[in-house]
């Protein structure tokens, strides 16, 4: 097992330490690692910034309200995200869901075709909830120019202007109170786009890449496989078995597997892929979830990280990892064995038959006189075997 030097790892990880909005030049990257693949690269920026959302989800969910409360009020949700640092599209999944009670799948259909959200208008219940937000929003708002109309008016002193300021500046607030929610809809319906769009992880189209990315890697195991010409179950067939844990591939007969020459060899029941970089964190959820499972029931098994892994970190004895497919030189099969075919005997085949059995076959031929009803027809379909061949009665 070689891997990605925990060195060269570490200083990606430090180039790679950018803002989750901001996409990273790999062009300069791929030049400065040259002995690194861009695609593992690239596998190491997204997982860093999965990382990062995860720790920090809490602290925003938390804020969200504050949030919401600063979009209605005119912000920009692509300006927020990039203030307090979290994707727009998971920004905009959480506004969704508290400004409108949306549910979660409710939302994944709106980031997919935003055109489902003017429908919303008959949702009473809905469209209730987003008239509060911009209900509150206008209280904040008038709140807010009320105290700046008293500064004013301290400034001023002229008491006799105050009641006609009041009534002049009320009147807007009233009409933000019962504000065209289809105006609210409209923008949340192109904000979901802007936000689809500027989001480079958590976007539906970054999950329809990831899921075809796995598709893509599992196909190219499937044909290795079938190049080396070793028979196995995909992963479909091993379910519609009613098999509880799956690999990606079931070996239908075991082989022998190693990284390289002068490496160990590792005998292999299984193999999985991973369209994705192996780190230690990845690796050691996925050994305990996954790989052992496997182990526990197939016995030693192949993993393949198409994007690399990291050297050196804990495994278990029983899991190989590697980076591609093994060469040819780095596989060992068991011999093919040619077992014939039993079938119908010829007359020519007949004649191959010595000894006992031809002493017997020809007694199973020709019946003793007297032999009649049952006993004819009991004889019928026996057959003397001697090797490979088989002669069955006329």
């Known amino acids: 097992m070689s ?53 920090s989800h809490h602290i925003h969910k ?23 640092d979290f994707p727009p599209c998971l920004m905009m ?6 400004l409108m009670r949306l549910s979660k799948q409710a939302v994944s259909d709106m980031l997919k075709d935003p055109l489902l959200l003017p429908q919303q208008q008959h949702h009473h219940d809905r469209i209730a909830c987003l ?21 004013k008016q301290q400034q001023k002193a002229h008491e006799q202007y105050q009641p006609q300021q009041k009534h002049r500046e009320q009147q807007p607030m009233q009409q933000s109170s019962s504000m065209d929610v289809a105006l609210m809809l ?13 989001d480079s992880s958590y976007s539906p189209y970054c999950d329809m890449a990831k899921s075809l990315a796995g598709l893509e890697h599992e196909a190219k195991l499937y044909a ?13 067939q091993l379910r519609q078995k009613g098999l509880f844990k799956t690999p990606d591939a079931l070996l239908q007969v075991p082989i022998c597997a190693r990284a390289g020459p002068g490496d160990a060899w590792h005998l292999v029941h299984w193999i999985d892929s991973k369209a994705s970089f192996g780190d230690a964190r990845t690796h050691s959820s996925q050994l305990e979830a996954q790989y052992r499972t496997y182990t526990n029931r197939y016995g030693p098994g ?36 040619a077992v014939p075919q039993l079938g119908p005997a010829t007359a020519a085949a007949g004649d191959n038959i010595t000894g006992g059995a031809a002493a017997d076959a020809a007694a199973i031929k020709a019946p003793a006189a007297g ?22 009665a006329q």
Request: proline content about 4%.
């Open 3 to 55: 891997g990605l030097p925990r060195e060269t790892y570490q200083q990606i990880l430090h180039d790679v330490d950018i803002p989750v909005m901001s996409c990273a030049h790999l062009g300069l990257l791929a030049a400065r690692y040259p002995g690194v693949r861009p695609e593992t690269i690239c596998g190491i920026l997204a997982q860093e910034n999965q990382y990062t959302v995860i720790k």
């Open 62 to 84: 938390a804020n969200m309200p504050a949030y919401c409360s600063r979009y209605v009020t005119g912000e920009d949700v692509l300006a927020l995200c990039a203030e307090v």
């Open 93 to 98: 999944r959480r506004m969704l869901e508290l």
């Open 131 to 151: 008239q509060e937000w911009l209900a509150a929003a206008a209280a904040h708002s008038q709140q807010g120019q009320q105290q700046q109309h008293r500064h």
């Open 186 to 198: 409209q923008r949340l319906q192109a904000d979901i786009v802007r936000c689809v769009h500027a």
């Open 224 to 236: 290795e496989l079938a190049r080396a010409d070793i028979p196995f179950w995909t992963e479909q």
């Open 302 to 337: 192949l993993v393949i990280y198409w994007l690399g892994f990291l050297a050196g970190m804990e495994n278990d004895a029983e899991v190989l990892l590697l980076e591609a497919f093994p060469g040819q030189a780095d596989l060992l099969q068991l011999p093919r064995l």
């Open 371 to 392: 032999s009649t009803g049952g006993a004819a027809a009991n004889t019928a379909g026996i057959g003397a075997v001697s090797g490979s061949t088989a002669v069955y």
